[in-house]
């Protein structure tokens, strides 16, 4: 052994190779984490050392290679200015600059992810070998940063400017097909044959019948590219990239930028540029922002990991009441990912709709090539449709999906209670109907929660569990299972009128009908929050919701919190519901629907819902761009924090994953209780007193105010 840590380490196999092997003790994956950065500088040593290796192989101890490098060392390192990022990227940059300078040709055997610095470790090397499971890529991007271990200097020297720029800027994982096509691989072999697959191609370059001393050389010197191409490229990908990026992300853009000035200059020259431009990204609100996200959302998976671990059997059989929109969605998801669902209607329409719905999503896969038409077989085999109860005795969980009708939900789950097991686990996925109120007619209440899944299922990645009053916690428990083994991320949160995401988005759409009943234009309210950050303005929002949906949701809201969601005035959207105009259901809401090229609904803007709305609204005014944005988030940002007071969710990091996963809350903020820390909540109690006279939603609490006082903030040193 020349080289024994507690994260990696250096063995010699036969004809004078050595093996580098990652696995970082106690965990799971490999990461480039500080002690993990230290010890392959060791093994450096060791290997520069050592006299008579003659070749160099990176392999991993994990199902992983390595899957970059370790978030939670970021917050720190980047509070500390440039000298702190700095600090912590040199080192590994130097470590790979040293792998690729070794006397002796190295190969990579990616046997899993390599990702970020997973794969600029292995471009550090001459030659790469890719296991048929594995994933390389370079997904900087995605945390507003950029590679900063040489991934803008090595990748396009190895793959190409147009591909390299292409990668970097989507921060997309590739798979072994796209690696291999581009070169940025040089074989793609079985996983169980990789480890002999490398070790043969390194043979070959220590034999001198491949020239890896040739290939190094094109790594480290500029790119011979020609100049008016080199501008031509450059110029409209950085067009490209900026257009599909937007400016809130600007990372996409720094990176094409690394590659561009870093091109025509050697390794040493592009990677001090390729520093500076990380510096820059790192010191962005929106890299902030977007690595608190990945934070909170692995605190959230490990907080949906310990509910599954507390819950008393795995879920292996699951139903669905209602094969409606939600019904077939939530049984298509639960067939995609493996458990057997039963769907169960009243209607032999609705279950043909259902199983139409599933069809249509798998075909797609398959016309893709993301699924063969056999494992498409075996999913639709996995949804059973039915119009009885039979076998409902050997079911863990029933989603009760059906009309959003609280007679009839009663009726139903006191039904289904009556044809399952003592033990089975019913959900209600209603989206505004109280569960403490819904479980009343119920024998085994205990076992009764919400599971309020978010349109369309397959796409939204949120499930809100709603605990009852009753709710055991191994009910929870079981759903939360039921909810990862789905693929979705599952929060749980008290019993209110409209949970957690519908308690706070339905203030947000009170603020916008105060503004249109004060004189706005909608069309302008949806422009400037889109511009702020959100997928779609509020109008566009309510008709996709549905318009019929929002005013019954409206009105659910104004009995459980009359105080501050008590109807005052004839909103826009009663005006529109009046009207017939549903919204994107019925082509016409807010805006009117015609169908594009891609048979897509496309949004037109129609003097119709102008006329319908004059009677009601003042005359139109300007409003200044801040007070829009001000009047929208002021109801929304206190009534969250009211939710977090009262426990209906845990914790601020539950509370911003949930409002970004559930209704698309622009990423690059961090979320609501990021944004409020970044804003100070002192200016927010004094931005939200200016509204004062608009009512009690914008009046931020006690709590808040005190919060204000003391300077505190919903993060603290949390992050
Ligand atoms: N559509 C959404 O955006 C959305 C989002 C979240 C939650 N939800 C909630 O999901 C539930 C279903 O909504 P949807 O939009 O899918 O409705 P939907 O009208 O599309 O489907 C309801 C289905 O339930 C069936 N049904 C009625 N009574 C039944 C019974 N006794 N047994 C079995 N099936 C019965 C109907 O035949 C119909 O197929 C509602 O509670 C709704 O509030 C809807």
Avoid at 8 to 31: H, P, R, T
Avoid at 366 to 387: D, S
Avoid at 424 to 439: E, G, H, K, P, Q
Wanted: charged share 30%; net charge negative.
């Amino acid at each position: 052994m020349l080289f024994s840590g507690k994260a990696l380490s250096v063995q010699m196999l036969d004809n004078g190779i050595a093996e580098l092997k990652f696995d970082l003790q106690g965990e799971s994956v490999n990461k480039f984490n500080r002690l993990t950065v230290s010890e392959f500088s060791q093994a450096l040593d060791a290997i520069e050392a050592a006299k008579d290796i003659k070749g160099v192989l990176l392999t991993s101890g994990k199902s992983v290679f390595i899957v970059g490098a370790d978030i939670t060392e970021f917050g720190g390192a980047f509070s500390a200015g440039p000298e702190g990022i700095a600090d912590l990227m040199n080192k590994n940059n130097e470590n790979i600059s040293r792998l690729e300078d070794l006397p002796v040709p190295s190969v990579a055997a990616i046997n899993g992810y390599a990702l970020g610095g997973g794969f600029e470790v292995c471009l550090g090397c001459d030659y790469r070998v890719m296991g048929d499971q594995a994933k390389v890529g370079l997904p900087e991007v995605k945390l507003g940063l950029i590679p900063g271990w040489g991934g803008t200097v090595r990748l396009p020297r190895v793959v190409g400017v147009d591909v390299a720029a292409e990668w970097i800027a989507a921060g997309k994982e590739q798979r072994p097909d796209a690696a291999l096509t581009a070169h940025a691989v040089d074989a793609v072999v079985p996983t169980d044959k990789l480890k002999d697959a490398a070790l043969k191609l390194l043979g070959r370059a220590i034999d001198g019948e491949l020239d890896y001393k040739a290939r190094r050389e094109i790594k480290k010197s500029p790119i011979p590219l020609n100049d008016i191409e080199a501008l031509m490229a450059f110029f409209t990908t950085k067009a490209f990239v900026g257009a599909q990026a937007g400016k809130n992300y600007p990372s996409p853009v720094k990176a094409v930028e690394s590659i561009e000035q870093g091109y025509k200059v050697t390794r040493e020259e592009a990677l001090k540029i390729e520093q500076q431009k990380f510096i820059e990204c790192a010191q962005t609100d929106t890299a902030k922002s977007l690595v608190g996200l990945f934070l909170n959302d692995q605190k959230i998976g490990k907080v949906a990991k310990g509910w599954e671990k507390k819950a008393d059997k795995k879920i292996e059989r699951a139903a669905v009441l209602g094969a409606g929109i939600m019904g077939g969605g939530i049984a298509y998801q639960s067939a995609y990912k493996g458990t057997p669902i039963k769907m169960k209607d009243i209607d032999q329409k609705g279950i043909d709709l259902g199983l139409k719905e599933a069809n249509k999503l798998l075909s797609k896969l398959v016309q893709r090539g993301r699924m063969t038409a056999e494992k498409m077989g075996e999913t639709l085999n996995r949804i059973e449709p039915t119009l009885s109860y039979d076998g409902f005795d050997d079911i863990d969980v029933v989603v009760e999906a059906v009309v959003e009708n609280p007679k009839v939900k009663h009726a139903v789950l006191k039904e289904v209670e009556g044809k399952v097991t003592e033990d089975t686990v019913i959900a209600s996925n209603t989206s505004t109907i109280s569960i403490d109120s819904l479980a009343e007619p119920l024998q085994r209440p205990e076992n009764f929660l919400g599971m309020h899944f978010f349109n369309p299922v397959h796409k939204m990645p949120l499930v809100e569990v709603i605990r009852g009053e009753k709710t055991s916690e191994n009910a929870i428990a079981r759903v939360v299972a039921y909810a990862n083994k789905m693929g979705k991320k599952a929060i749980v949160v008290r019993d209110c009128p409209g949970f957690l995401v519908n308690r706070v988005l339905f203030p947000y759409f009170a603020g916008f009908s105060m503004l249109v009943r004060d004189g706005a234009d909608f069309q302008e309210v949806d422009k400037v929050m889109e511009r702020w950050g959100w997928p779609m303005g509020p109008a566009y929002l309510m008709d996709v919701v549905g318009i019929d949906t929002g005013v019954h949701a409206e009105e659910v809201m104004a009995e459980g919190f009359p105080e501050r969601m008590g109807k005052t005035f004839t909103a826009a959207s009663d005006v529109m519901y009046e009207a017939g105009r549903y919204g994107q259901k019925n082509d016409k809401g807010f805006y009117n629907y015609e169908e594009d090229k891609k048979g897509k609904p496309k949004k037109v803007a129609t003097e119709e819902s102008y006329e319908l709305l004059k009677p009601h609204v003042a005359d139109r005014r300007e409003f200044e761009k801040d007070e829009i944005i001000e009047r929208m988030m002021v109801p929304m940002a206190t009534e969250l924090a009211r939710c977090l007071e009262e426990g209906i969710v845990e914790s601020p990091a539950e509370a911003d994953m949930a409002l970004i996963y559930g209704i698309g809350f622009p990423p690059f903020r961090g979320g609501i209780f990021a944004w409020l820390d970044k804003v100070g909540l002192d200016a927010f109690v004094k931005m939200a007193d200016k509204y004062a006279d608009l009512g009690e939603l914008y009046k931020p609490t006690e709590r808040m105010r005190e919060m204000a006082a003391k300077g505190e903030t919903y993060y603290g040193d949390d992050k």
